[in-house]
């Protein structure tokens, strides 16, 4: 069996389906990984203005990312890819939630 290589030209037919094996498993486990931080509309809708950081992780788990903004002021994003791609974000003040987005036509 050759080694894959992309200087050394054509690889066997062998290799091939390992390789379409490897890329097919990493396809999936990288979908699993996006899942994980899959939210559900009705969880981000219970999210309320004065909740604390605890409180909203409880709810939706660790965000996908937080950005401080210029003010001081943070904005968590959580993000779901797959079949159904979604995302929300909230802004935070001083670890309490300042800004909730309107999410009734969701879900």
């Known amino acids: 069996m050759k080694l894959i290589s992309i200087v050394t030209g054509p690889i066997e037919k062998s290799s091939r389906s390992t390789l379409t094996r ?3 498993a990493a396809f999936a486990l990288l979908l699993f990984v996006h899942g ?3 939210f559900e ?3 981000a809708k219970r999210v309320k203005v ?3 950081q605890a409180e909203v992780i409880a709810i939706l788990g660790q965000p996908r990312s937080v950005a401080t903004l210029k003010n001081g002021d943070e ?3 959580w993000m779901s890819q797959g079949f159904q791609n979604k995302s929300v974000s909230y ?3 001083n670890g309490l939630v300042t800004l ?8």
Do not use: Q, Y
Request: proline share 4%; glycine share 8%.
């Open 36 to 38: 994980a931080s899959a």
């Open 22 to 24: 490897l890329v097919i």
């Open 75 to 77: 904005k968590w994003l």
């Open 100 to 107: 909730v987005p309107n999410l009734s036509a969701f879900e």
């Open 50 to 52: 004065g909740m604390t």
């Open 91 to 93: 802004g935070l003040r």
């Open 41 to 43: 509309w009705a969880d």
